[in-house]
């Protein structure tokens, strides 16, 4: 199912009940979506568990976190971990401690991890540069599922019928039309769209759902290391950061399964080639 911006109103999400109770683990959570994500999940499920390089950053968020639930009944629990996400023995172990030390399973994996800092012609990256990107964006992510997975769908089924467990990996519009100058990073992300369309196979039998986002350009720290005239274009188009995550939590808190939600500002639309103007 492929659906737009679904969520006008935050009072919808109040209507709809999966996440109450869960442990969501969000990957990238020191900026941008995942930041966003962490503010907005704060009294809606049990724990959230935060993965980012930046440990300044992950201890002030969860300060302000714990701060602004003071005078909330149902309070979540905060952990984060300060670790590169391409470091695999360190997602491993905190996998291992989620499930086999602090006996919380993982209801919901949110990969928000990943960027392109290059914004340049195919040719004019280096080896470096393309390793770099296409190992954050396309291959860190099926390390850390590779060790979710097996253990996620042993977990009980919620609600029968209903979802065991959720996967949702942020993809980007670039993944379905790849654009000059991020041609590599539009490349890693197609690659979690196959890497997402084979799991979601694999696991039915589990009860796990599987969605990937594909948003276009969003107002955050995405090109903060593109010159400047690229990055003054890229934030002329992009989304409110807070208007580009209603989606990513109506997935989520659905019962049902949303596959992939695939959304950008009507500037950024217009701006595509192949639109007739008149």
Same mark, same amino acid.
């Given at each position: 199912?492929?659906?737009g911006?679904?969520?006008?109103?935050?009072?919808?999400l109040?209507?709809?009940?999966?996440?109450?109770?869960? %442990?969501?683990?969000?990957?990238?959570?020191?900026?941008?979506?995942g930041?966003?994500?962490?503010?907005?999940?704060?009294?809606k499920?049990?724990?959230?568990?935060?993965? +980012?390089?930046?440990?300044?950053? @992950?201890?002030?968020?969860?300060?302000?976190?714990?701060?602004?639930?003071?005078?909330?009944?149902?309070?979540t629990?905060? *952990?984060?971990?300060?670790?590169?996400?391409?470091n695999?023995?360190?997602?491993?172990?905190?996998?291992?401690k989620?499930?086999d030390?602090?006996?919380?399973?993982?209801h919901?994996?949110?990969?928000?991890?990943?960027?392109?800092?290059?914004?340049?012609?195919?040719?004019?990256?280096?080896?470096e540069?393309?390793?770099?990107?296409?190992?954050?964006?396309?291959?860190?992510?099926? %390390?850390?599922?590779?060790?979710?997975?097996?253990?996620?769908?042993c977990?009980?089924k919620?609600?029968?019928k %209903?979802?065991?467990? %959720?996967?949702?990996?942020?993809?980007?519009?670039?993944?379905e039309?790849?654009?000059?100058?991020?041609?590599?990073?539009? +490349?890693?992300?197609?690659?979690?769209?196959?890497l997402?369309e084979?799991?979601?196979?694999?696991?039915?039998?589990?009860?796990?759902?599987?969605?990937?986002?594909?948003?276009g350009?969003?107002?955050?720290?995405?090109?903060?290391?593109?010159?400047?005239?690229?990055?003054?274009?890229?934030?002329k *188009?992009?989304?409110?950061l807070?208007?580009?995550?209603?989606?990513?939590l109506?997935? @989520?808190?659905?019962?049902?399964?949303i596959n992939?939600?695939s959304?950008e500002?009507?500037?950024?639309? *217009?701006?595509?080639?192949?639109?007739?103007? *008149?």
């Open positions: 199912m492929s659906v911006v679904l969520i006008k109103d935050k009072n919808q109040k209507r709809i009940k999966w996440m109450e109770g869960k %442990h969501i683990l969000i990957t990238g959570a020191s900026d941008g979506i930041k966003e994500l962490c503010k907005q999940l704060i009294g499920c049990n724990k959230i568990s935060m993965i +980012a390089r930046n440990i300044q950053k @992950l201890n002030k968020l969860q300060s302000d976190l714990n701060a602004g639930q003071r005078h909330n009944i149902k309070k629990k905060i *952990e984060y971990y300060a670790v590169d996400i391409n695999v023995k360190e997602i491993q172990r905190i996998i291992s989620i499930y030390i602090d006996k919380e399973p993982i919901a994996l949110i990969n928000c991890a990943g960027g392109c800092p290059i914004y340049n012609k195919f040719e004019n990256w280096s080896h540069e393309i390793s770099q990107v296409y190992r954050t964006n396309g291959e860190a992510p099926i %390390h850390l599922l590779r060790e979710l997975l097996p253990r996620m769908k977990q009980d919620l609600y029968g %209903h979802k065991r467990g %959720h996967i949702i990996l942020i993809s980007s519009r670039s993944s039309r790849v654009l000059p100058k991020l041609i590599v990073y539009g +490349a890693a992300k197609g690659s979690i769209d196959k997402t084979g799991l979601r196979r694999e696991y039915a039998n589990y009860n796990i759902a599987f969605t990937t986002i594909h948003p350009s969003i107002l955050t720290d995405f090109p903060k290391y593109w010159k400047v005239k690229d990055k003054e274009n890229h934030n *188009e992009s989304m409110e807070q208007e580009a995550i209603y989606p990513i109506y997935a @989520l808190n659905s019962k049902f399964v992939k939600i959304y500002s009507i500037e950024q639309w *217009e701006s595509e080639m192949g639109i007739l103007k *008149e």
